[in-house]
């Protein structure tokens, strides 16, 4: 049987973080997914919170803390510092994250011709984050063949005032198409593949020069070039380099539909320091596990090819999701129950959660189903109010918490980070136990 201070169940931006946070304290960590998790089809930037009124990511923070139920409430205060952690760790892998919460947020370009508010983002994306000069020119550039982005669809839609927001926008908007080597006249080349070969030095090259010269005989003056976020994945740093060398104008990337080459080098980025402080990781089947009559979680089990693996655990995070990130699962009578350990889930009623208006203003109560917490994260029952654990050995982290609309708030990557440093801490207890003592961490936990 296995062993591991702490079990994690998920393998997104919370379960990782909290995995390196707990690692980096000195505790045994195992990490078990079904699946990828959200940074294979997010953008890659750092959504922390977007808020009518709200400014900047601080403001949007503040007032998101103030609506009852909301996790910010709990773990706000943990999301300054646990983004600082998230830039070290990523540096590591050549991965910088531009932008301050204090900074104002500002609308960059999407593939579909939209714009977006955004603070925190990769420096492949930084560009986009600039006021816009009288007299600069955005060019929207694409690879013939590529299927994700429509140079010349998604120009026309930002040449529209109505796709940004105030007056701040470029004054022209341009579109061109080049015919990158070795792909010429396909019609089905996706983000993967450009950004494998990107990897290449002498294929990075040839396709650099040939987007320079077509930039080159388009526009003249000042500027700013939009490319599908595929400029590399493991040699990443190198291709936005000689991309900043060798194009004539200013270089930002534009996140694609999935799979997010931008998600995936995060994704890699955190496993590999993960990897460095000895922390495990497995992917690719569901896990489970049962609350003793203790009232802990002792051991988590999943399929293997000949028998069950289990893994024996002190402490146990659950981060694997919400309704999208199947964290919760529904019932033929339209309730919600929780995947891994079957804990009841706030804001799922037994008749009526799939019933309400879609449309509503305020949202439908689906988008803020979750476990609900007290203020270690541990799971208690809706509308408790005693608060009493239902899984003293138990935390929840990311969108898997009760209370938030990640979608509509743009906070999931705010809340993932800062509830996985709060967990790190919940956990700790006052002392880490190392590999050979799982037991002693579990009981550290319970006290916590």
Do not use: K
Request: aromatic share 4%; net charge neutral.
């Amino acid at each position: 049987m296995a062993r591991a201070d702490v079990g994690i169940v998920g393998a997104g931006l919370a379960g990782l973080t909290t995995a390196i946070g707990l690692a980096e304290a000195g505790a045994s960590v195992h990490v078990l997914a079904a699946g990828h998790a959200a940074t294979h089809w997010a953008p890659g930037t750092i959504d922390v919170g977007v808020a009518p009124g709200a400014a900047t990511p601080a403001a949007a923070i503040e007032l998101l803390r103030r609506r009852p139920g909301h996790p910010y409430a709990i773990v706000a205060g943990d999301l300054a510092p646990a983004l600082s952690d998230l830039r070290r760790v990523l540096r590591a892998s050549g991965i910088e994250l531009v932008g301050e919460l204090t900074d104002e947020l500002r609308p960059i370009p999407t593939a579909i011709g939209a714009t977006r508010l955004a603070r925190v983002v990769p420096d492949s994306m930084a560009a986009a984050l600039g006021t816009w000069a009288a007299d600069e020119t955005l060019v929207v550039c694409s690879p013939a063949g590529f299927r994700d982005l429509w140079a010349e669809a998604a120009a026309a839609s930002l040449r529209r005032p109505s796709s940004w927001r105030g007056d701040d926008r470029p004054v022209r908007v341009e579109a061109v198409t080049v015919e990158l080597p070795g792909v010429a006249g396909r019609r089905n080349v996706n983000g993967l593949e450009l950004a494998t070969a990107f990897d290449d030095p002498g294929w990075r090259d040839a396709a650099l020069d040939a987007i320079a010269r077509v930039l080159d005989a388009r526009v003249r003056g000042p500027g700013r070039v939009a490319l599908p976020a595929v400029l590399g994945l493991a040699d990443h740093p190198a291709v936005l380099a000689a991309a900043r060398a060798r194009l004539p104008l200013v270089p930002f990337e534009v996140a694609l539909v999935p799979p997010s080459v931008p998600g995936i080098r995060m994704y890699r980025a955190l496993r590999a320091a993960l990897r460095l402080l000895g922390g495990r990781i497995q992917i690719g089947e569901a896990v489970s596990g049962t609350i003793d009559a203790d009232g802990r979680v002792a051991r988590l089990v999943a399929p293997a090819a000949a028998r069950e693996f289990v893994l024996s655990v002190g402490a146990v995070v659950l981060a694997t999701g919400g309704i999208v990130g199947g964290g919760l699962v529904g019932r033929p009578d339209g309730s919600l129950v929780e995947a891994v350990l079957g804990l009841p889930v706030d804001g799922a009623s037994p008749n009526g959660a799939l019933d309400d208006d879609p449309f509503a203003a305020a949202g439908h109560p689906l988008e803020a189903a979750g476990i609900a917490t007290d203020s270690a994260l541990r799971p208690i029952a809706a509308g408790d109010a005693a608060g009493r654990p239902l899984a003293a050995n138990v935390r929840i982290v990311g969108s898997l918490l009760a209370g938030q609309r990640y979608l509509r708030e743009r906070c999931g990557d705010g809340v993932a980070i800062a509830s996985a440093r709060a967990a790190v801490r919940s956990l700790r207890g006052g002392a880490v136990a190392g590999p050979e003592r799982a037991d002693h961490f579990g009981a550290a936990a319970v006290e916590a």
